[in-house]
């Protein structure tokens, strides 16, 4: 292997660049020669990826979302495809992002002979199974985060390692306030402008309608990165405007004073429970979207935090039960009721010990460099 090697990532949207820059970091450490380049946001710059494009043109959620997205979608696969035949880099690594890294970056790549480890699974133990024969086809190996998938992986002739999960490292020095001193109740909306829109009105009506009754009540909106934080604030109404603070900071950090959670499905309802704080799923996009996955989804559970537990442990509102009246009616539930909300606690406890141990991003550098060494 060269003492200076390429690498390309393409990661799309804010958990990928998180996912992505971690990455970066402890490739750094184990190849300091190496160069990255690549699709990403700000922490995988500052990591000192050279972006060629941002991801965050890219990010969608929604089938019927994507077509609004298509110009920005084609310049993206323009773009990642020229830089691959100019540079040919020693390896090629894909961070999920399944509709774009399988079908627009994979099999150009596969073409031009480069080599590819994918980074972080896309779902496809939950919906379109269809995509393991495109995965077991193009990639060279592929780094599992869940403890169910690398098995999942092997029993399709996929090779597969499991190498932790990475927002394990984020909350292995997590300690938050003791219950009794936990003030507020966390919103969390999403990472995605679309997902924001129509979550947060949801999250902010649920909010006032717990508030009228426990008026003392106090909530965080951690905002994400990519979402401008103006767009928030204009959609906070005049009665909760003192009840709630905007957070610009980590998701770890934010929950550390949270004794609750509304929370989007999607990345942040582990972080949420590796934070130990109790919460409701919600859930909701375009209706012919939801038609249209309905009929693919094949996982009894949309949360990660259910689906690792292969149990339901947080209530999930999907789709038509993600009305505020529904959401306010879980949060008394859970709230009032301290029994089960300290059973909820110590099953978010167990959980993260299935998870495992920290290290996910040293141990995927590692793999990605030994697949490199393979293929000099």
């Known amino acids: 292997m060269k003492n200076a090697p390429h690498l390309v990532i393409v990661a799309g949207e804010d958990s990928g660049d998180f996912h992505g820059a971690n990455l970066v970091e402890a490739l750094r450490q184990q190849l300091p020669l190496s160069r990255i380049s690549g699709i990403g946001g700000q922490k995988m710059k500052e990591e000192g990826v050279e972006l060629i494009f941002p991801s965050a043109r890219l990010a969608v959620v929604g089938i019927t979302e994507v077509l609004r997205r298509l110009p920005d979608i084609l310049a993206g696969c323009k773009t990642i495809r020229k830089h691959l035949r100019e540079t040919r880099p020693e390896l090629l690594v894909l961070i999920d992002f399944p509709d774009f890294n399988l079908h627009l970056v ?25 995509r393991v024969a495109s995965i077991n086809k193009l990639v060279e190996k592929i780094l599992v985060i869940l403890p169910f998938e690398e098995e999942f992986y092997r029993q399709r002739g996929v090779t597969a390692e499991y190498v932790g999960h990475p927002l ?25 402008k679309s997902e924001v829109k129509r979550l947060l009105p949801l999250m902010l009506t649920a909010a006032r309608l717990y508030a009228r009754e ?21 959609m906070i109404p005049t009665s909760l405007v003192n009840k709630i603070s905007l957070l610009r900071e980590p998701l770890a950090k934010a929950l550390r004073n949270a004794s609750f959670a509304l929370v989007t ?11 130990e704080v109790p919460m409701v799923v919600i859930y909701k996009v375009n209706q012919l979207s939801y038609e249209l996955g309905k009929r693919l989804i094949s996982v009894p559970f949309i949360s ?8 339901e442990i947080v209530p999930e509102l999907i789709q038509h039960e993600a009305l505020p009246e529904k959401i306010a009616g879980k949060m008394r539930s859970l709230l009032d009721k301290p029994e089960t909300y300290i059973e909820i606690c ?6 993260k ?3 495992g141990k920290a ?18």
Not at 106 to 130: C, D, E, H, T
Not at 214 to 234: C, M, Y
Not at 265 to 275: F, N, Q, V, Y
Not at 346 to 351: C, F, G, T
């Open 214 to 234: 426990k008026p003392h009540t106090r909530f965080i909106i951690p905002v994400a990165p990519s979402i401008d934080i103006n767009l928030i604030q204009e």
């Open 106 to 130: 994979a099999p150009y790549a596969r073409k031009l002979k480069i080599p590819i480890v994918y980074y972080i699974s896309p779902q496809v133990w939950a919906w379109r199974q269809g």
């Open 304 to 311: 990660l935090v259910n689906l690792i537990a292969e149990k």
């Open 346 to 351: 110590h099953e978010l406890r167990d959980l």
């Open 359 to 376: 290290g996910a991003p040293a141990r995927a550098a590692a793999a990605i460099i030994t697949v490199m060494r393979k293929n000099e």
């Open 353 to 355: 010990t299935k998870l």
């Open 265 to 275: 499905s999607g990345t942040a309802t582990l972080e949420t429970a590796l934070a």
């Open 168 to 192: 394990l490292d984020e909350f292995k020095d997590f300690r938050s306030l003791p219950h009794k001193q936990r003030r507020h109740i966390a919103l969390i909306p999403g990472s995605r």
